[in-house]
């Protein structure tokens, strides 16, 4: 007989998991500009997957019925944009100090990109969601990645969709020319950050004017 799954019982834990880190992450972005400091996170947002969607990708992985909660590692997903290559890095360290999760996959795509040219960090952790029943193990998957990288994998994604999953090789190769292109934009942006941050900036705002010359500018308004 055919495990029958109560979905909106079995989703709610997830559900919870992806408000609560949202939240969490917001909280540490938050925490770095009150701090006066750069924070590695950009933009936090997340999803569950819809029933469709685990259906479709348990039929394809052939999944049983019954292993769809151990064997389907992103029904929640959070999505984490960095501005910089580094950054996505920052942020995997913030992730493995973490005491609520346990970390037990990372595939990095940015060192070692998909064969279509996707790049992204994802990491695979265990959650224990707290709910009345109890703390239900889910699992979670964190995708962390550039702007660039995301608006390419957006692209990728939107013509997936397009094509039912079969994109024309001529577009295939060419979205791996614009990955290469928007991975020398990431890496062109982290240098030109690297060089910034060290140079030795001896003025603050308000300094540019020697004090004769700020003198004349404001007695200039009482004209």
């Known amino acids: 007989m055919k495990h029958i799954i109560d979905w909106k019982s079995f989703l709610l834990p997830y559900e919870l998991a992806v408000s609560g880190f949202i939240m969490k992450l917001g909280a540490i972005k938050k925490e770095y500009i009150l701090k006066g400091e750069n924070s590695p996170i950009e933009i936090v947002s997340g999803r569950v997957k819809s029933v469709p969607s685990i259906l479709e990708k348990a039929n394809r992985f052939n999944v049983k019925y019954s292993d769809i909660a151990e064997e389907i590692y992103d029904i929640a997903g959070i999505r984490i944009i960095c501005k910089y290559i580094d950054d996505v890095y920052k942020v995997y360290e913030l992730l493995k100090s973490r005491q609520d999760i346990e970390i037990y996959s990372v595939k990095d795509y940015i060192k070692n990109p998909k064969p279509s040219g996707y790049r992204s960090l994802h990491v695979l952790a265990k959650y224990h969601a707290e709910t009345i029943d109890g703390a239900i193990p889910i699992n979670v998957e964190f995708q962390i990645r550039t702007h660039a990288m995301h608006l390419w994998?957006?692209?990728?994604?939107?013509?997936?969709?397009?094509?039912?999953?079969?994109?024309?090789?001529?577009?295939?190769d060419r979205l791996v020319v614009a990955a290469g292109a928007s991975y020398?934009?990431?890496?062109?942006l982290t240098k030109i950050r690297e060089e910034v941050l060290q140079t030795v900036v001896n003025k603050t705002r308000g300094d540019e004017l020697e004090?004769?010359?700020l003198d004349l500018f404001l007695e200039s308004f009482k004209k």
């Open 153 to 172: 994998a957006s692209i990728e994604h939107s013509l997936k969709y397009k094509y039912y999953q079969e994109i024309p090789e001529n577009i295939k």
């Open 184 to 188: 020398k934009l990431d890496e062109e």
């Open 211 to 213: 004090d004769s010359e």
